[in-house]
């Protein structure tokens, strides 16, 4: 018998921008079995047309603007009770541009998960195309984390390589990596609702109950 979708687990997404990484989740989110149920989609940015893809699939949408607070606390205090009135069972970050305190972090430790554009731990942080270029690297890519108070830190669950080309800029190589985002986080979100993965301690990842030594990865196509 096919679940009620009120008894699925409860995805809220955060994203500051365009939100290709929703669109796909939204996506994946149609297929009939999708174990997770997308209940809201937030946004630190008013304009962020991530904001935009969620109102046009139905989704319940809120921002809550950074530039309205003096203090990252007092945004992430009101971020998180917008969160925590929607109880999410797994909170996705993608791409959201914003530094969460740790007091955020812990609160929602073990049930945040985020996509970020490099094969950590290479190149934490921002610009992760051009510092993978500038380097020489061959192979670049995407991993995808749960979230600690270390900041892009947290234990990597899943990457996938894409291959650097000669001539490449970071504008061609951030669309290849985004096509192996887009394929890759639904495919672990999948696995989060179904309950196949869970954060152990701050620093471990458990798949079926089983510690996983390395993260899976796809290698470059
Ligand atoms: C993605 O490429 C994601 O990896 C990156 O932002 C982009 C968002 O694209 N995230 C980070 O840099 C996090 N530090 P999208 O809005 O089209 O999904």
């Known amino acids: 018998m ?18 290709t990484n929703l669109q796909a989740l939204i996506e994946a989110s149609r297929e009939r079995d999708f174990p997770g149920d997308i209940v809201a989609v937030g946004s630190n940015r008013p304009q962020a047309f991530a904001l935009e893809r969620a109102a046009q699939a139905g989704i319940e949408t809120f921002t809550v603007d950074h530039t309205r607070y003096e203090t990252r606390e007092a945004f992430d205090n009101a971020l998180r009770l917008e969160l925590e009135r929607r109880q999410p069972d797994l909170v996705v970050l993608a791409g959201f541009m914003r530094i969460l305190t740790e007091d955020f972090v812990r609160a929602f430790q073990g049930r945040m998960i985020n996509v970020h554009p490099s094969l950590l731990p290479r190149y ?27 900041l892009d830190g947290g234990p990597v669950i899943a990457r996938a390589e894409v291959p650097v080309r000669p001539g490449d800029t970071a504008e061609t190589l951030a669309e290849r990596v985004q096509a192996r985002e887009h394929l890759l986080y639904p495919i672990v979100i999948r696995w989060f609702c179904e309950g196949r993965l869970q954060l152990a301690g701050n620093d471990r990842i458990l798949f079926d109950d089983v510690p996983v030594p390395e993260a899976l990865t796809l290698p470059a196509a």
């Open 124 to 150: 934490r942080g921002l610009n992760t195309h051009q510092r993978a270029l500038d380097a020489g690297d061959e192979v670049h890519g995407v991993s995808i984390h749960f979230v600690t108070e270390d």
């Open 2 to 19: 096919q679940a009620d979708p009120v008894d699925k687990p409860r995805i809220l997404v955060l994203a500051s921008g365009s939100g």
